[in-house]
């Protein structure tokens, strides 16, 4: 029998990170202890609804704010000597649109959340799992984490980021007996993101050329829609996903969640010099963006075909 695990997650008052804190704690065996955490407190509503009979029983609530070290170290000394069997480092920030309409110090935030956050969450729990020899960090990472996207720049720097730091520690973690391992989900529909794309159609885009614009607001702004009805996941199938790696016997360095994204994640492997995926990228935006359209429409109309055939075979 498995032996109840303390689970430590960021980022928890909504999204994905809320739908991670529920999913493991009300697993039938309480296989977890659930520390779910979050930068501010008064938004811990959505949480203890969706918790029910497992608020304070497997999951407790505290604040933690990644971008602040103090936070960090308070929230964990509060625990039980410190034991943390697994961190899901989930807290994350988005910012999307043409560069020269984004700060500088609006992209120092996005880093300081998306990647320094995870820094310092490792920092804190790696020691204490190394002494243990034991232990299972996990990076909610993306898709574009791997490859690049337009008008995601930043963005798609933070999570590069967060998967280079990884591919680096992974090799002295097993020394160690500690696991690291790279969540990779592509679209996934959350407040979050919606609040993102939301915001950046209202924003001011006369600090670039008009051309930009245009492309940005009617091409990227116009397809992400579509992305999302596509090919998007739900908050609680990227949770489902979650449980499977850490709970594998042997969880893998890298998981992606959505197997639609896995042949554009390829392109760069199947040819080193890039070309081969800037030339593809190119033509779907710029050359054949209606025969990408009509595609997405398709795919979305097989995936409810599919879910309903799923659940005519449960019912």
């Not at 994905?16 to 509503?45: P, Y």
């Not at 990779?184 to 993101?193: I, M």
Request: aromatic content about 8%; some cysteine.
């Amino acid at each position: 029998k498995m032996s109840q695990k303390t689970v430590l997650i960021t980022g928890c008052s909504s999204g994905i990170g809320l739908a991670v804190a529920i999913k493991l704690a009300k697993d039938e065996e309480q296989h977890f202890k659930v520390i779910a955490t979050m930068r501010n407190l008064s938004k811990r509503g959505k949480l203890e609804d969706a918790a029910g009979e497992a608020l304070n029983t497997t999951l407790e609530i505290k604040q933690l704010d990644v971008c602040d070290e103090q936070s960090i170290r308070q929230c964990i000394d509060s625990i039980p000597d410190r034991h943390i069997d697994i961190l899901i480092n989930n807290a994350g920030v988005g910012l999307v649109g043409p560069l020269e309409c984004q700060s500088i110090e609006e992209m120092h935030s996005v880093f300081e959340t998306n990647f320094f956050g995870v820094v310092r969450m490792v920092k804190e729990v790696f020691p204490d799992m190394k002494k243990r020899k034991s232990g299972h960090i996990v990076m909610m990472s993306s898709v574009m984490g791997l490859q690049g996207i337009m008008f995601n720049d930043i963005y798609t720097a933070s999570k590069f980021a967060v998967e280079g730091f990884c591919e680096s520690l992974v090799v002295q973690a097993l020394k160690f007996n500690v696991c690291i391992s790279l969540i990779e989900p592509g679209s996934v529909v959350t407040e979050f993101e919606m609040k993102v794309y939301e915001e950046a159609e209202k924003a001011d885009y006369s600090r670039t050329d008009p051309e930009t614009a245009e492309m940005f607001i009617n091409l990227y702004l116009r397809n992400s829609r579509t992305i999302f009805s596509s090919l998007g996941q739900t908050p609680e199938e990227v949770a489902e996903h979650t449980l499977q790696v850490i709970t594998s016997e042997n969880p893998p360095f890298r998981h992606q969640t959505n197997s639609m994204y896995t042949p554009m994640t390829a392109l760069k492997h199947a040819d080193p010099t890039g070309a081969l995926a800037t030339d593809v990228f190119y033509k779907m935006v710029f050359e054949y963006d209606r025969v990408m359209q009509a595609s997405l429409v398709a795919v979305k109309v097989l995936r409810w075909k599919a879910q309903k055939v799923q659940q005519g075979m449960k019912m």
